[in-house]
């Protein structure tokens, strides 16, 4: 069981650094909602460590050391690593979905950009999927086409996250666009990062993303009536609030470089209003077909990782040890690069 002050201190975290999944958080029952912010606030920490430090290298071994640490039962003395050690414990959860999870973070150390929207799914799947996976499993369910249709949505908010930063990431010398959408429109991204501008082209782009975003939300629908029914209105919440920002983003003409999509709360009330509406009514509906459609091949890894019945693996594995330890030795390498060149 998590500790009720380590949980306060989740709570807390989650209020003032995520305030649509805290919104939507509140729509589930005590036996999710406790052990999701313990997950949110690891999440949160983890992404915070890389995205607000300069050693960005440095931050993300920690997070791996943190990690290990976690998994062989010795947390850092900290409120977010001991609430998530008993979310592991209690919940058996795959060591391959925060080790997925670590993976995007470190692509986003070594400022990785994307040649096609299938390597943004590749990112979406790792920082968003996994989040995705691992709130299945706090659910208890394990079921592979609702762990798929659980990803779709994960994958889906990531997106949406990319459509309304565009400008913000411009800013920081960050790009998730992808750059054959740039060559498509004549757009040179170093240009553009130099001087971040909402012109038609740019615009089209996030309208492109935020349309490929809107598809994974209507498919993530039908995996929600196979959750438990308390939980519904807190998944159905969290689909409609994160795709009212897009909705706010194609309200401003889908400018998301010199303005930032933001929802107000009267429209997070009534999102949370439909959403309880929405997931009495699952109860009436016949099972969908798409629930059965196949998993995005970016997020397939995740689906077998987490629909596995077996207990849950203590280290860097699942066969893609290899992978992740080549990230690593390649955010090495660039480190020392960078500290023989100073």
């Known amino acids: ?47 915070d460590a890389v995205d607000l430090h300069e050693e960005k290298t440095a931050a993300v071994f920690r997070l791996r050391d943190r990690l290990d640490a976690i998994y062989a039962g010795r947390p850092k003395d900290a409120p977010e690593d001991r609430a998530f050690a008993s979310v592991i414990e209690e919940f058996d959860m795959p060591f391959a979905l925060p080790e997925g999870l670590l993976e995007g973070l470190a692509w986003d150390a070594m400022g990785r950009r994307y040649d096609t929207l299938s390597g943004v799914f590749d990112y979406s799947a790792r920082v968003a999927a996994a989040v995705g996976a691992m709130m299945c499993v706090l659910m208890r369910v394990r079921d592979a086409d609702a762990l798929a249709r659980a990803c779709d949505l994960g994958v889906a908010m990531q997106l949406t ?40 082209r740019i615009r089209a782009m996030t ?27 807190g998944i159905y919440a969290a689909r409609h609030v994160y795709a009212g920002i897009g909705g706010a983003i194609a309200r401003n003409g889908f400018d998301s470089v010199s303005w930032r999509g933001r929802t107000n709360r009267a429209q997070k009330a009534g999102w949370l209003g439909l959403s309880l509406l929405r997931a009495g009514a699952t109860t009436l509906l016949p099972r969908s077909a798409v629930l059965y459609a196949r998993p995005l091949s970016e997020t397939a890894f995740l689906v077998d990782a987490a629909a596995r019945t077996a207990p849950r693996a203590l280290g860097w594995g699942d066969g893609r040890a290899g992978t992740l330890l080549a990230v690593f030795a390649e955010l090495e390498a660039r480190d020392r690069g960078g500290m023989e060149g100073a």
């Open 161 to 200: 996250n990319i459509a309304r930063d565009v400008g913000e990431d411009a800013r920081a010398r960050r790009l998730y666009l992808p750059l054959d959408w740039f060559a498509e429109a004549g757009v040179d991204p170093e240009a553009f990062l130099a001087d971040p501008l909402p012109d038609d």
């Open 207 to 233: 309208r492109r993303l935020l349309f490929e975003a809107r598809k994974l939300y209507d498919r993530s629908e039908a995996g929600i009536p196979e959750l438990p029914l308390a939980a519904r209105p």
């Open 1 to 47: 069981m998590i500790h009720p002050r380590d949980l306060a201190h989740c709570r807390t975290s989650i209020r003032h650094g995520s305030l649509s999944f805290y919104a939507a958080s509140r729509l589930l029952p005590a036996s999710v909602r406790d052990p999701a912010l313990a997950l949110y606030a690891f999440c949160r920490l983890a992404d």
